[in-house]
């Protein structure tokens, strides 16, 4: 990468900052302030009885233990209603979709295989960002694995922020 194209990985970026953003801001919008305090309690609940569990396993000390897989299946069925939450926020996935694919096509030309027009970034292949910290040569990333990294950075960041995240707080 010449020092002319310094701008394209922070074009990605960029563009990954803003469809995270508008990604966690659906969400929040789509999921009642209801909804969000009753899976972050049950999320706190189930944390609290690893806790326990792991220290009685630790400790030995086999009275905790008991009465803690006593309330084992009060913690599957929280962590079923967790994951039926989770799923319901994938509600948004398809506009996620077609966001990125929109997104893609702008930059890259190509519409999942087919190439439609000369775009920015003139196939997948073409690498747009280095991360020098992997040993002795930088790991060089495509523009495609290199907008997967920043949406999941900013996915996380926005999710926490927007309170969510697993153990998101306000």
């Given at each position: ?14 563009i990954s900052m ?153």
């Amino acid at each position: 990468m010449s020092v002319l194209e310094w701008w394209k990985p922070v074009v990605i970026l960029c563009i990954s900052m803003l469809l995270s953003f508008l990604v966690s801001l659906t969400n929040r919008l789509s999921t009642s302030k209801e909804k969000r305090e009753q899976l972050r309690a049950w999320n706190r609940e189930i944390s609290a009885w690893r806790s326990e569990l792991l220290t009685a396993r630790r400790t030995g000390d086999k009275k905790l233990l008991k009465k803690l897989l006593k309330k084992e299946k009060r913690i599957k069925q929280l962590e079923s209603k967790v994951l039926s939450q989770s799923f319901r926020q994938m509600r948004v996935l398809p506009i996620t979709m077609v966001l990125f694919l929109l997104v893609w096509l702008g930059l890259t030309g190509n519409l999942l295989y087919w190439k439609i027009f000369d775009g920015l970034y003139t196939g997948s292949e073409h690498f747009v960002a280095y991360l020098p910290w992997f040993g002795k040569t930088p790991l060089s990333l495509n523009i495609f694995w290199w907008y997967m990294l920043c949406s999941m950075a900013f996915g996380a960041l926005f999710q926490r922020a927007l309170g969510l995240g697993m153990e998101a707080t306000e």
